[in-house]
């Protein structure tokens, strides 16, 4: 296994904060959005036009459904469940199930190239220790395991004393790859995790299915604030990955997308749209 900093370490780092966008290049910043501009820039560190990235995204009311959520026997209610409490619904092109995200939630993606020679479970791994030093100061029993009844459950679940603050899903584009992790700063984790209770409840009923659905319980939800009762907020958690990165890099950079990554994105889009029109 590969130590976590090697993985992360590079002479250059590419930074975006795109934690408070309205829009972006003419397109309405939603969390479709952001998944389409993670899959052009793994498509751009691919291709060397651009050194690895850490970006921060932030979407307000929003339920990011994974693939096999789409194969629920009533999804179409289970969406107009969702609609109904005000939320935004996306189906990501990425591994796990649904989260929720709001304005409380903090998004990193961790955009690296060269994985074809790094295992998946590296790149876990790096991302799980990446966050464990970044909260040092105030925690040290941040652990990376499956918590059953949580939203989205998968090996590198983050928990602190047996409750979920965070999952992890990854994404891998030709030689590049997008870690991305949602951190539940602040907010209301238990109402987040109700909602998506009742999602599946909505959108399995009784019916067996072929792939297993989680059954949420709130209870094993947290939010980062609640678990090492410290009012942390997403602003004081971006400053923490900031200084962090800088500690793992000789330089930080931003830079605007260029030419060739707009073209990616604009097809990536387009492939997200596709996905989306079943609900």
Known sequence: MKNWKDIIRHQTFRYIDHSAMPTFHGKDYTAMTSFAVDDALALSVSDEQSPPVVRLWVHGETIVLGIPDGKLPYIDEGVAHLKQAGKHVVIRNSGGLAVALDKGVLNISLILPGVKHISIHDCYEAMVSFIQYMLRDVTDAIEAYEIVQSYCPGDYDLSINGRKFAGISQRRVKDGAAIQIYLDVEGNS?????????????GKKDEETAFSYPTVDPQVMGSLSELIGIDLTVKDMK???????????????????????LVHFEKRLKQMEKRNEKI
Do not use: H, P
């Open 190 to 202: 238990k109402e987040r995790a109700q909602l998506i209770r009742e999602f599946y409840d909505i």
């Open 239 to 261: 400053e923490r990955v900031s200084v962090a990165l800088a500690e793992f890099t000789e330089t930080v950079i931003e830079m605007d997308f260029t030419d060739q990554e």
